[in-house]
């Protein structure tokens, strides 16, 4: 599985983004898909996860009620739709994948990463 993120970009406070990921192999309607971000001088963190299926989604507690991960299978690409952007959640944003399981929050169980995309928010 390749992963392609893209649609980052600068935004004022407030605004919307939506970020991407494209991701090519046959048999990526089976993998758990999630995003994660980096801040400078920050660990990477978990952002939103989802299942292959789509049905169960999983959101950090900086980001619940703001922003929303989906996926279209016919399409091969999951999208994080980001409302309401703070300063806050300024980083790289990277797409990841994982063949097994639900989402979950740490790093290393993801297999797949994408090259990231950076979403700079101005206050």
């Known amino acids: 599985v390749q992963l392609q993120a893209s649609g980052g970009g600068l935004v004022q406070a407030g605004g919307s983004l939506r970020l991407s990921c494209a991701a090519s192999g046959r048999t990526w309607t089976r993998y758990v898909m999630g995003w994660f971000r980096q801040a400078p001088g920050l660990e990477r963190e978990f952002v939103a996860g989802?299942?292959?299926?789509?049905?169960?989604?999983d959101y950090a507690d900086s980001v619940k009620g703001r922003f929303t991960i989906s996926r279209d299978n016919a399409k091969n690409t999951a999208y994080l739709e980001m409302n309401s952007l703070k300063p806050e959640d300024t980083a790289v944003y990277y797409c990841?994948?994982?063949?097994?399981?639900?989402?979950?929050?740490?790093?290393?169980?993801?297999?797949?990463w994408g090259q990231g995309t950076q979403v700079t928010v101005s206050s």
């Open positions: 990841v994948a994982d063949p097994s399981g639900m989402p979950g929050v740490l790093p290393g169980k993801y297999e797949y």
């Open positions: 989802i299942t292959a299926s789509g049905d169960t989604t």
